[in-house]
């Protein structure tokens, strides 16, 4: 195999939008681990799930940088937070999280599209749907948990009821290098 150096813009992008979706992942189980130690399973799944969400989309962008012969190199992660006071503070840093993720996936795409990356652009396509649906899902959550006011159990109920997140965009989803887990 061929692998080519990497020497675009949306190239070195991509290779940092890996390191970014890697990121939010720590993050992820961070929370998770948090609400696991208070016992709250609920919320803990919910963000474990969310975790391996976030690594995956970062093992989607590895396989379509192996699909093109574009080298990659896997950067590391900033520490995450591990300290909260209340657990709004958590689905807030979530919310910030996907908002933030949700401008790099942007960003990538309006350069691909400014290097008229065709095949890059539609890449992107479901990376920005579903960051659409991640964005609206955590203002839910968020929502609800304002309206439950503390009381967390409400909180567990209510993941339990209507559970949120339902990977309607999966089956579209682009191939993760290494196979899903």
Do not use: C
């Amino acid at each position: 195999m061929n692998i080519v150096p990497r020497t675009s813009r949306a190239q070195n992008l991509f290779e940092e939008q890996v390191g970014n979706e890697l990121a939010v992942s720590q993050q992820y189980v961070a929370i998770a681990v948090w609400f696991d130690q208070r016992d709250l399973p609920r919320l803990a799944s919910y963000f474990y799930r969310h975790s391996l969400k976030k690594r995956n989309d970062a093992m989607r962008i590895v396989q379509y940088m192996l699909d093109n012969n574009i080298e990659v190199e896997i950067p590391g992660v900033p520490a995450v937070r591990n300290t909260f006071e209340d657990p709004s503070e958590l689905v807030a840093l979530a919310l910030e999280k996907e908002r933030a993720v949700t401008d790099e996936v942007t960003a990538l795409s309006q350069t691909l599209r400014q290097d008229a990356d065709y095949l890059g652009e539609e890449f992107m396509r479901w990376f920005l749907a579903e960051q659409v649906e991640q964005v609206s899902e955590m203002t839910t959550v968020l929502d609800v948990m304002d309206r439950a006011q503390g009381n967390m159990f409400d909180m567990e109920d209510y993941l339990e009821r209507d559970p949120v997140g339902d990977d309607r965009n999966e089956s579209a989803a682009p191939r993760v290098a290494g196979g899903k887990l």
